[in-house]
């Protein structure tokens, strides 16, 4: 992998109080090995390098020619967001092609329609082996081709993975030479310089979640005496030595598998450090705008790359020596910014007082352990990416000693501390302990972090579930979110069922994650929409109140259930001919207690939308297209049973849902008395046209932008192909005769 651009990465103050992170785009491109053979025609076993995973040998004894391709298909950030290392990461991915054009037409600047060569490869995810290579249409085979893409399809599953150590393995860690600097790939001196790269050893270990931390602190003081306001002894005691501060309150999240050791020796430059903090005199002043001078800039960036340098020169090498390194900052570099961190390195840096602050301390660490924020809310955007009050990796606190709390759910699954309580399911497949003609259904009994079990029997309780989309980075995680012992300090969600999805960096990976909602209340649920390649509908219900006798009085054992719905089946008519039924709503003042499904109404119909995890006093609207000839069920619930309020009662806050089918209002409530309403409507049939009309294959498939890839490339193997996806359509709806869909 190479980046073509450099990516910044720090952490400055925002409006709402939280550590926030700025990054610039970059691009990617994948080194591949291209060998031609005498013909010089392009085929499956002439294709070696990074992607697939793979290799495919070469008969072919002529040296392989090495390319750049632009790596297309995956998300904004997708390197960046895992750490990705220019030069020094593997991308696997299952599925895949690429794409170029023949030398000649490159050269000319013109195109022929013919000429472009796409080669797809399809690698099976169980035992790692190639199923699948086919060629695009190619013309002009004698002439050589040009490669400039590689095209990630939708559904392939892509990982990252650093190139195998130069040195072997010692004493738990792998020793290896790379190109380090003092930020997350380069670090600037300034906005206009930049230091060169220099080599160094570092010792990476295989999981920094797991094990013994040599911790250091440095204090930095300024030539005009400006040093950090917690003195040496305070310092210590902040990080190592109070009943809540760094090594204690990862020591109990993790139960004890990750202890924080305060370094208490001699350097390798002959300094002798006592109980893990030392001093380091800098050449320079800290700069920043203040009261008497709001117009002075900032001079953070230059301080803090001066205060690493002048570390490493009096205490040596800090990689080598130290598994985490804490920077306190003076005051003076400005008010703007609280703490930022390296990811997936060792040194961390905080603005004078904040060196002291458990969460700062924690948030930070965190990220040096390869974790990215904790987010909420539609918006996405750079003050939601902390507003996850459940867990440390969202906002941070101006305290000493609180609050007591750990990290949520994906970061639970990603640290690896509560393997024991532990599971991955996917929720569309496998054998469930229920299972009808439209739903699998299975429960699940969970703990909070507090009651995990190291040793002994587990009886099957969880501590950290995840929800596998198979094939993808996008998954999603469930826990229970206990507000007792070490995490009774949890900011928001206390004892509650928390949902969360992380859209990228699969469950070991480096990814945010956002909290999508918590559910308090027995039979309280919660819908994802499209999970999985057969876009089902997952439903999260609580079933037990996870309190008793107060809110904050959590039980031990929270029981759930997971239920699939598998979507609405076959359409035999055209998209063009179905009917749009809209459905608009509104809570009341409990929205929580609103959830609604809508279904067709047979034995083995399928669900066609679902609605959950309202606020209150918030407007819900779905539209979809509907099949005539087809009856359907619109199910309301209410979990309380007192219905919507009315609005004698509410005025402009009234609660009500209204269906319309074709313009035509087909049901309407508000006012009711039990928990769940049903109303049943129908689609009228149509007089359709000669039913070969109807059913013809489309005649604009190019599947993977193959020219020769249309229905009847499927038919030759519809039993393979047309469950595959294309444009987010089946195969199968692509090619309705094809696939034997239409009797």
């Known amino acids: 992998m190479r980046e073509t651009q450099y990516a910044g990465h720090s952490h400055s103050q925002s409006k709402s109080d939280s550590l926030v992170i700025e990054d610039k785009e970059r691009t990617w491109m994948c080194e591949v090995s291209i060998e031609a053979s005498e013909e010089s025609t392009i085929e499956p076993s002439n294709i070696r390098g990074t992607t697939p995973a793979i290799p495919i040998e070469s008969t072919n004894t002529s040296p392989p020619s090495m390319i750049l391709v632009e790596i297309q298909g995956l998300e904004k950030g997708f390197f960046d967001m895992r750490n990705a290392k220019s030069g020094l990461t593997i991308m696997k991915m299952s599925e895949g092609y690429l794409e170029g054009d023949d030398e000649e037409d490159v050269d000319n600047e013109a195109k022929n329609e013919n000429s472009e060569i796409n ?11 190639i199923t699948d290579i086919d060629t695009a249409t190619r013309s002009r085979r004698n002439q050589p081709t040009i490669f400039t893409k590689m095209i990630v399809v939708p559904e392939a599953a892509v990982d990252l993975v650093d190139f195998p150590p130069r040195v072997g393995e010692v004493d738990g860690n792998v020793e290896i030479e790379v190109e380090v600097h003092s930020g997350n790939i380069f670090h600037r001196e300034s906005n206009d310089t930049t230091r060169k790269l220099k080599q160094r050893k570092i010792k990476r270990q295989k999981n920094k979640a797991l094990g013994e931390l040599t911790t250091l602190v440095v204090r930095i003081v300024a030539p005009n005496g400006a040093e950090p306001i917690n003195n040496i002894v305070d310092t210590r005691n902040m990080v190592f030595y109070d009943s809540v501060c760094l090594k204690s309150q990862y020591a109990a999240c993790s139960k004890n598998q990750m202890i924080i050791k305060p370094f208490d020796g001699t350097t390798t430059t002959g300094v002798k450090i006592e109980k893990g903090v030392v001093d380091v005199a800098v050449d320079i002043n800290p700069m920043g705008p203040s009261e008497q001078n709001p117009d002075q800039k900032s001079n953070k960036d230059k301080f803090v790359s001066r205060a690493e340098r002048m570390a490493e020169e009096k205490l040596g090498p800090l990689a080598d020596q130290f598994d985490l390194v804490l920077f306190c900052i003076p005051p003076g570099t400005g008010e703007d910014w609280k703490a930022f961190a390296n990811v997936n390195r060792y040194d961390s840096y905080y603005n004078n007082e904040w060196c002291g602050h458990i969460s700062a301390q924690l948030h930070e660490v965190g990220h040096n352990l390869n974790l990215a924020h904790s987010g909420e809310g539609e918006a996405r955007d750079q003050e939601s990416r902390y507003e996850d009050k459940s867990g440390m ?34 929720p569309t497949g496998g054998k469930p302990q229920i299972m009808t003609e439209t739903s699998k259904i299975r429960t699940f009994v969970m703990n909070g972090i507090v009651d995990y079990i190291v040793e002994g029997d587990t009886q099957g309780k969880l501590v950290s579930l995840r929800l596998d989309q198979m094939g993808t980075q996008h998954d999603y995680y469930i826990g229970y979110n206990r507000a007792s012992g070490f995490n009774e300090g949890t900011q928001e969600d206390i004892n509650e069922i928390v949902v969360w999805e992380k859209p990228t960096g699969g469950p070991y990976n480096f990814g945010e994650s956002w909290k999508l909602t918590s559910l308090r209340y027995k039979d ?13 509908f997952v439903e999260i219900k609580l079933l037990t109140n996870p309190t008793e006798g107060g809110y904050n009085n959590g039980k031990q054992d929270i029981s759930i259930s997971i239920t699939s719905y598998k979507a609405a089946g076959y359409c035999k008519h055209p998209e063009a001919l179905r009917i749009p039924f809209q459905l608009k709503g509104r809570t009341d003042d409990y929205g929580y207690e609103t959830s609604w499904s809508l279904k067709e109404d047979s034995s083995a119909g399928g669900y066609v939308d679902f609605g959950s995890g309202y606020n209150k006093n918030t407007a819900f609207e779905s539209t979809n297209i509907l099949c005539p000839g087809k009856c359907y069920v619109f199910e309301f619930n209410d979990l309380y049973g007192d219905g919507l309020c009315s609005e004698e009662n509410c005025g402009d806050k009234t609660g009500f849902f209204l269906g319309n089918l074709g313009g035509d209002e087909v049901f309407s409530g508000s006012s009711f008395d039990t928990k769940v309403v049903l109303k049943r409507f129908c689609v009228p049939e149509i007089n359709p046209p000669e039913r070969n009309s109807i059913c013809n294959d489309s005649k604009n498939l190019k599947y993977r932008n193959g020219k020769d890839r249309d229905c009847s490339w499927v038919r030759k193997k519809k039993k393979k192909r047309c469950d595959r996806i294309w444009k987010g359509q089946l195969l199968s709806e692509w090619c309705p005769s094809a696939c034997k869909m239409c009797s």
């Open 119 to 129: 080669i797809f490869i399809r690698v099976d995810e169980k035992d790692s082996k």
């Open 393 to 426: 990796m969202g906002s941070s606190y101006p305290n000493n000693d609180a609050p007591k709390m750990c990290f949520n759910g994906p970061k639970n699954y990603q640290l690896n501390w509560y393997t024991n309580q532990q599971l991955s399911i996917d």
């Open 524 to 536: 309280q649920l919660y819908v994802i929409s499209d999970f999985g390649r057969r876009k089902h």
